[in-house]
Nanobody, 117 residues
Framework: QVQFVESGGGLVQPGGSLRLSCVASLSIFKLLAMGWYRQAPGKQRELVAGMTPTGSTNYADSVKGRFTISRDNAKNTMYLQMNGLKPEDTAVYYC???????????WGQGTQVTVSS
């Protein structure tokens, strides 16, 4: 069973930046679609950024131009660089994997991101 460990969350002021990391216990990036998801209080979990096994990426409209998903296959690590953070980005962020970005079968434990002055 693959396990993920996320890190990098925290409290940041509006306009600030954070980089989230997701370390996988096995080499799966070239086998499964990966993605960053977030869930704010009272809302459904949503896809923030996804990456296919071949490296194609897609982003939610709300984060385009501000967030960047990337991965380091040698380190089994996926990243989410978040710039220009807004209060509405506040949520628990999860990394996930599955046959596609909408069919997630593996989840990390989540990391809290809070954007507030």
């Amino acid at each position: 069973q693959v396990q993920f460990v996320e890190s990098g969350g925290g409290l940041v002021q509006p306009g600030g930046s954070l980089r989230l990391s997701c370390v996988a216990s096995l080499s799966i990036f070239k086998l499964l679609a990966m993605g960053w998801y977030r869930q704010a209080p009272g809302k459904q979990r949503e896809l923030v950024a996804g990456m296919t096994p071949t490296g194609s990426t897609n982003y939610a409209d709300s984060v385009k131009g501000r967030f960047t998903i990337s991965r380091d296959n040698a380190k089994n690590t996926m990243y989410l660089q978040m710039n220009g953070l807004k209060p509405e980005d506040t949520a628990v962020y999860y990394c996930g994997a599955g046959p596609s970005s909408t069919l997630v079968s593996l989840w990390g434990q989540g990391t809290q991101v809070t954007v507030s002055s």
